[in-house]
């Protein structure tokens, strides 16, 4: 199938992500529903005309008539919604879905899948310290990329119609990874820099020092404000190569600190001018 | 003596921050003088307003005729200039600094100093990622910190006239410290932060995952571009605070680590609940 505006689109979990993909798919004209636990989610985005219909029971009446599914649910959540549901899903539609973690989701979907339904895997990389539907801002996609993670079992179709929903939403760029390639990148991009920042402000009670605070400290304690269950559940799925990424920048650390007390001016100066060379890439764009 | 619009200023040194002064104050309708190596930077603060008058040598004649001198120069360099030229200042002046550690700066020169002049020390943490008397910018303070680290060796009126120039220069706020609680707290503010962002950026290769990259990594890399001689400098005369600090943090990032590495779900979502409550004082300021 292709994604048109004929194309009815089911969201799954409707947070500030899904809340968000409903709002800039609902501005496209597309016709959009939804499936939340709590009836006032539901409402909410009646109300605010994110979705024109949503239900908080999973029914197959409702589930079948939608040709396009995306899941904007925690990993678990996610997996155990496929084993429950999926025999709702009528024949031939596509699945996709939100998740910051590749390996551990995209083969265990498609494995437990029927057959007659694909499942795309697709990581939209945005986002903002605050959640639930009522913070929903389509804004967030439009400086950020939308990364499609295909594998052997993927059509070329469903891969299309994945990246078309990236543009649709209103995301920069589109791109293409590996699970694999996926899961190492976001393993050193995304949690290792949370991680930091979480170590970072677990160090001191720093109330103190807000005053003497500058931008260098705020920025890099900005994602320490973090959602524990989520990030705690995205850290395991991803454990191996988390550690990885870890140990990695653990090793710079160290040889940082250690050149600081030997003294060692030179290798100080040579990390530095290191650092400072690789981070002009990341000014250009 | 008290800081009046008749105070004769000189800076020593004309980088971004002693350039920076020079606006401000020149902007204030203070005389600023000035001293610099080259002929060249005289020349660009004269021709643009941000001193009336400069030399690139240091004389007797010259210096003498100011009663406040403010030294925007690297740590030794600073040194090195009190040990030659403080026989031309004129008796009863004022000096102060604009250097990043404390307690091996001021204590050292307080201690060399001739008598009936007197040197309070103070750190605007105002900065660019830019150098030079070509970026002076007086707005750079405004939404800064100026700290005054005075010693049992310096006057009420000394330590008075100080914050009034710091509240002359535009900072937000003015406060005061003793050279050892400056330096362990910029140990962990500024200087391991700045250690993180170096070793963060110097892990990879990265310039393939600049697609990739949302804010978090930008922000935590953001100073990873350092002028390298001038942060080694200060990283060697804060090593036993700098030093502590780091153990700090990598004892905490080890705990995270570990707890991944146990698939401690408790432990990761406790340490991410403490820094989420924690940096939420960062953000009222």
Known sequence: MKLDKKSKILI??????????AQALTDKGYYVGAVARRRETIEYALEHKLIVSGETEVT?????QFDIIIFALYPKIFIEWIKNYQDYIKDGAILTDVTGVKRSVVYRVQEMLKSGIEFI??????GKEVYGVENSDKHIFENANYIVTPTDDNTGNAIEMCKALGYELGFKT??????????????????????IAVSLM???????LVDYTGDSFRD???????????????????K??????MDLFSEKFTELRNALE????????????ISTERRKFFDKK
């Open 60 to 64: 197959r009446d409702y589930v079948s």
């Open 174 to 195: 589109v791109t293409q990874l590996t699970p694999e390639k996926h899961d190492e990148m976001i393993g050193f991009l995304s949690q290792l820099t949370h991680c």
């Open 202 to 208: 677990d160090c001191k009670e720093s109330e103190h």
């Open 262 to 273: 030997n003294e060692d001016m030179e290798k100080m100066r040579e990390m530095m001018r």
């Open 220 to 238: 890099l304690t900005r994602i320490a404000k973090i959602n524990d269950a989520m990030w705690s559940e995205l850290f395991l799925l991803n």
């Open 12 to 21: 799954v979990g409707l947070g500030l992500i899904g809340g968000s993909y």
């Open 121 to 126: 895997g697709a990581h939209p990389m945005a």
């Open 240 to 245: 191996d190569e988390l550690l990885n990424q």
